[in-house]
């Protein structure tokens, strides 16, 4: 397997040296995979059970961010807070169409030094402080995507869609949104305009956008849509800009089967290939992407120089739980996560049946 991969990347992770513009692209050989044990890149793991209670039962993860004493895990319609030995304290926010309720959850955000927790719904952005006491709604316009605060302002991504505009056709218009310490709208990015033949997106709530090291923040915007192109660069904030700073070649084949896809009228995209996310950590670069119905992890180790791509993720030969696919967490750090369901751990973790609320597993990462 040939892997393309230039020296200035690693001061790139490092330090976001790079003069702009200049952009760097690591060659992948997709058809090449192989099996890979999570201790190839992992030096411990543990494992965090979320309490089980009538007040906590959590059926589906949505996402899951932490802060120096707390993890909050978010499913369709609440955000649920817990110690770090995973005892539940409290769901944050009420469920419901009024004020300071929400009805359909699309992200949130947790401020690390003071668990202050923004949360994202439609046409909207809630504040909570520590206390869970509500103390902001900030009503904002265009469908809500995910939340982020880069150098003390918040970011907000939106869509816009079916927007008519001069060339006549009807257009879905991405935004990446910056709020002052005011929450007004004070810089707008724009993300994306595409042509949106069926009249509606596909956004997935599951989706992570922002990335991070220890001196930089990354943004990758993952397609939904069907699309003639494929989205496979990852960008770098740089004075409320997002510079192309790397890229990952999948090859002509794959890009080929977007080029002639072809939309049905009032069908869901469903794309041939796509590329899921592309994050950053301190030493490891990583991407999630499918093949039809295939999923499969891209991992480089630049401190090794090695490259992983291998189906479904890695090997768990910790808890031996199957194959894992690793997510990072909202801050930087050396450490990653990954989640299992009850009934995948019974006789692996104590204290676990299979009614019992999901698995947090966190593991280290080799330096």
């Known amino acids: 397997m040939k892997y393309c991969f230039y020296l200035i990347l690693i001061v790139l992770i490092f330090g976001c040296t790079t003069r702009k513009n200049e952009l760097r692209v690591f060659d992948i050989e997709v058809d090449k995979t192989k099996e890979y044990a999570l201790s190839e890149i992992v030096d411990s793991v543990f494992a965090i059970p979320l309490e089980t209670n009538s007040k906590c039962l959590i059926s589906i993860v949505r996402k899951v961010k932490f802060s120096p004493e707390h993890i909050y895990v978010a499913d369709k319609q609440r955000l649920y807070k817990f ?134 923040s990354f943004f990758y915007y993952p397609s939904q849509l069907i699309e003639t192109y494929s989205r496979d660069t990852l960008f770098q904030f740089e004075n409320n800009k997002l510079i192309p700073v790397f890229k990952f070649n999948f090859g002509e084949k794959y890009y080929e089967l977007n080029r002639n896809q072809k939309e049905e009228s009032g069908i869901p995209p469903y794309k041939k290939f796509r590329i899921n996310s592309i994050y950053a950590t301190s030493y490891f670069l990583f991407s999630s992407y499918s093949i039809e119905n295939e999923d499969y992890l891209l991992c480089y180790d630049t401190n090794r120089d090695k490259a992983y791509n291998m189906k479904k993720g890695f090997n768990d030969d910790f808890f031996y739980t199957g194959k894992v696919l690793l997510n990072q967490f909202n801050f930087a750090t050396d450490s990653m996560f990954f989640i299992k369901n009850g009934y995948e751990t019974l006789g692996k973790v104590n204290g676990i049946n299979e009614n019992s609320n999901p698995i947090l597993f966190i593991v280290k990462l080799k330096k």
């Open 83 to 216: 110690d770090k030995k995973g005892n539940f304290i409290s769901q944050i926010n009420k469920v419901g169409r009024g004020p300071g309720e929400i009805s359909t959850f699309m992200d949130f955000f947790v401020e690390p030094y003071n668990d202050f927790v923004y949360i994202l719904t439609y046409k909207k952005l809630l504040r909570f402080n520590s206390r869970d006491s509500l103390i902001d709604e900030i009503p904002f316009y265009g469908f809500p995507e995910q939340v982020q605060i880069i150098d003390t302002s918040v970011w907000i991504n939106t869509v816009d869609m079916n927007v008519k505009k001069n060339d006549g056709k009807t257009h879905n218009i991405s935004y990446l949104k910056r709020l002052d310490k005011l929450y007004y709208p004070v810089d707008s990015i724009i993300v994306l305009d595409i042509v949106s033949k069926q009249g509606f997106t596909y956004v997935n709530p599951g989706a992570v956008f922002y990335s991070s090291t220890k001196n930089c």
